[in-house]
T-cell receptor, first 110, second 113 residues
């Protein structure tokens, strides 16, 4: 089944403790992207990647890092999480124009 | 900077009605516009994608239109059903960078049986 998977689905952590949210797609898509969704603000793009080893900032990249060492994986790294990064995170991929989204990761930073 | 607005934020209609959801954007130089559906606690599902050269797209009971000159898109849902209850989001890909996607904050639709 063609899909985008994210892990973990739920995470509660404390300020300053490094974490990684993984994203994987099995559709051989070149483009992948991370978003965060907050009430009243909609989805905002954090980072995107056009292909392996090619990444670029979206609208809200501060406090996040990404890497794209393989086509299928696009992990989101929070080196020192803060409470304002509490949010619902989505990973997405696409080949042409239609984006396919993962199920989301709900992150709480205490 | 592109801004995407969806009004109203919430809408409740009785089952069977035809309805229109609105999306407006400030920069008409768009690459494409996509409508998504989001169910509570779930990810987004793509409904319709309109390229900048197109005026509308249809899928079943859904019809999306695009008017770049006025910075507007509408999603028309015919004969609404309770199963259509969800949040609907529009997203714009800019012409300068189709990889940068700007989302509206969504319209939460409730269909009353």
């Amino acid at each position: 089944e063609a899909q985008v998977t994210q892990n973990p689905r739920y995470l509660i952590t404390v300020t300053g403790k490094k974490l990684t949210v993984t994203c994987s797609q099995n559709m051989n898509h070149e483009y992948m992207s991370w978003y965060r969704q907050d009430p009243g603000l909609g989805l905002r793009q954090i980072y995107y990647s056009m292909n392996v080893e090619v990444t670029d900032k979206g609208d809200v990249p501060e406090g996040y890092k990404v890497s794209r060492k393989e086509k299928r994986n696009f992990p989101l790294i929070l080196e020192s999480p803060s409470p304002n990064q509490t949010s619902l995170y989505f990973c997405a991929s696409k080949r042409t124009d239609t984006q396919y989204f993962g199920p989301g990761t709900r992150l709480t930073v205490l | 900077k592109q801004e995407v607005t969806q009004i109203p934020a919430a809408l409740s209609v009785p089952e069977g009605e035809n309805l229109v959801l609105n999306c407006s954007f400030t920069d008409s130089a768009i690459y494409n516009l996509q409508w998504f559906r989001q169910d509570p606690g779930k990810g987004l599902t793509s409904l319709l994608l309109i390229q900048s050269s197109q005026r509308e797209q249809t899928s079943g009971r859904l019809n999306a239109s695009l008017d770049k000159s006025s910075g507007r898109s509408t999603l028309y849902i015919a004969a609404s059903q309770p199963g259509d209850s969800a949040t609907y989001l529009c997203a714009v890909g800019s012409y300068s960078s189709a990889s940068k996607i700007i989302f509206g904050s969504g319209t939460r639709l409730s269909i009353r049986p």
